[in-house]
């Protein structure tokens, strides 16, 4: 997961909010919003329209548009949701209790189990082939690898200022560790090459993964 040389044209762009009014009705907020990850994986963001979503979440158009804005605030949020599901906020702990490598190994862990599902594995075949839509593609870095790399780059940093961790770049250390998780195995996925890796090679793989990155940046 590199990151991108320049901040993406949609970095200012905030979803549109909700309109002031009664609470929206949490159940389909929740109906749309799964509608929304089911379709936009199976057929890509140019390949779903909010009247099908609508119907398939069975409510009106003007519910979706009333919780999401419009069709790309849906979208981000779709991605956005998908990974909190797996990397939730609480994998990257801002205090410093317990231990580092067991802290980075659950990260690891998630990150994996993350990019080795079959949604997210469709998904980013799905961005590979809307080459000429690099618009989509902002949208899904700024919704999700963005958010990861931010929350995982607060992490070093607190780590780093307790003298735990011996990082000169940070921004460069980020995207390392997010690149050897994702290694060989998943660019073989992704391409159907090969199935799920069995536990016992998933953990062998983010033992040494995790190993390589504390011997580089551990403190000197």
């Known amino acids: 997961m590199s990151k991108p040389a ?8 905030a979803p549109k ?7 929206k009705d949490l159940n389909k907020r929740a109906a749309i919003l799964d ?6 994986t199976l057929q890509g963001y140019d390949g779903v329209s909010m009247d099908q979503i609508a119907g398939e979440a069975g ?11 419009d069709k790309d605030a849906l979208f981000m949020e ?16 801002s205090d410093l209790k317990g ?12 990150f994996f189990a993350l990019i080795t599902s079959d949604e997210a594995l469709s998904m980013h075949r799905m961005m590979m082939t809307q080459a000429s839509d690099i618009r989509v593609r902002q949208m ?17 940093e607190a780590r780093a200022a307790a003298h735990e961790l011996d990082v000169p770049d940070i921004d460069r250390a980020v995207p390392q560790f997010f690149c050897l998780l994702k290694g060989e195995l998943h660019m073989r996925m992704a391409s159907g090459l090969c199935g799920a890796p069995s536990k016992r090679e998933v953990d062998a793989h ?7 990155f504390l011997r580089a940046y551990g403190p000197r």
């Open 140 to 156: 899904f870095w700024q919704a999700g690898p963005q958010k990861v790399q931010d929350a995982f780059k607060a992490f070093l």
């Open 17 to 23: 909010a909700a309109s002031p009014g009664r609470p």
């Open 6 to 13: 320049t901040a993406s044209p949609l970095a200012s762009k």
């Open 35 to 40: 509608t929304a990850k089911r379709l936009f």
């Open 78 to 93: 779709a991605i956005r949701a998908k990974c909190e599901e797996q990397m939730p906020a609480d994998l990257f702990p």
């Open 206 to 212: 983010i033992d040494a993964t995790v190993e390589l």
């Open 59 to 69: 409510v009106s158009k003007l519910t979706v548009y009333s919780h999401f804005g």
């Open 99 to 110: 231990p580092l490598r067991s802290q980075l190994t659950r990260i690891a862990q998630a």
